[in-house]
């Protein structure tokens, strides 16, 4: 059975004070959450401040990104150790917008999942279709591409520490959710090309997600599907009562 993960991708918001605001006016309202686990990424420079906010609390600590070296002259970058140290357990990787932004590529995305398992991070690995694939009807096929590049040279027992989120970059911020039938059959065909890539039993202990205008009044609905194993939320993971509704969901 796989253990739905809810996680909440902060983006490039909030200082540290205001982080740890966040997450105290976050955790009594999430109360005690059973069959399911909840991520917090904040911006880089608030990791610190929030790993002591959410120490004891059962919610883990994500960031954003990071480089594929250990250590070394890269100015700017933030190595995978640097991040274990201040107990990050999760790390979102080739999110869209630092496809678009900040040019990143399937290869590169590929090294830094390498890198990231090499250091015990558990990456969330991000792929998703823009407005003119999916009108051009090549969704599957380039979702399915960026899965196997992402994947490759992963063996099988790495690839389960992986989590995939499904973000169609449409969905991104828009207000305009995937319906949770076009969610559910885009995962299923990310979870056969893992099946493909590996074995049965492999594809069904990946966690794949769906993100993109997550909502607490459409969670429920994406959660009915089958083949949807929890969200990356953007938005509203910024307002606690709206991320606590997301994780309770079921309540
Ligand atoms: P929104 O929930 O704001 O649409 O953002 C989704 C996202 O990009 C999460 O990584």
Avoid at 70 to 89: C, H, Q
Avoid at 204 to 211: D, E, F, H, S, W
Wanted: proline share 4%; net charge negative.
């Amino acid at each position: 059975m796989r253990v739905p993960i809810v996680a909440g991708n902060w983006k490039m918001h909030k200082l540290p004070d205001e982080a740890v605001a966040l997450c105290q006016a976050l955790i009594p309202r999430l109360g005690e959450f059973h069959n399911r686990e909840v991520v917090v990424c904040p911006p880089f420079t608030a990791l610190a401040s929030v790993a002591k906010a959410l120490e004891g609390t059962g919610v883990a600590l994500g960031a954003q990104n990071v480089f594929h070296e250990p250590s070394g002259a890269y100015t700017g970058e933030i190595a995978p150790p640097m991040l274990k140290a201040l107990g990050v357990k999760y790390v979102i990787l080739g999110h869209s917008e630092r496809r678009q932004y900040f040019g990143e590529t399937d290869e590169l995305v590929n090294k830094k999942i390498k890198a990231a398992l090499e250091h015990g991070l558990k990456p969330i690995v991000c792929v998703g279709e823009t407005l003119e694939q999916r009108e051009a009807g090549i969704t599957e096929s380039f979702v399915k591409g960026q899965v196997e590049a992402a994947f490759s040279g992963i063996l099988a027992d790495d690839a389960k520490q992986l989590v995939v989120a499904y973000e169609p970059i449409w969905a991104i911020g828009t207000g305009k959710t995937a319906t949770s039938q076009q969610a559910n059959q885009v995962i299923a065909v990310i979870r056969k090309a893992l099946e493909s890539l590996y074995d049965g039993a492999t594809a069904a202990a990946i966690r794949i997600q769906y993100g993109g205008s997550v909502k607490a009044d459409n969670m429920a609905e994406l959660m009915q599907q089958p083949e949807i194993d929890g969200a990356l939320v953007g938005g509203a993971s910024l307002d606690a009562e709206s991320f606590a509704r997301i994780v309770r969901y079921d309540d």
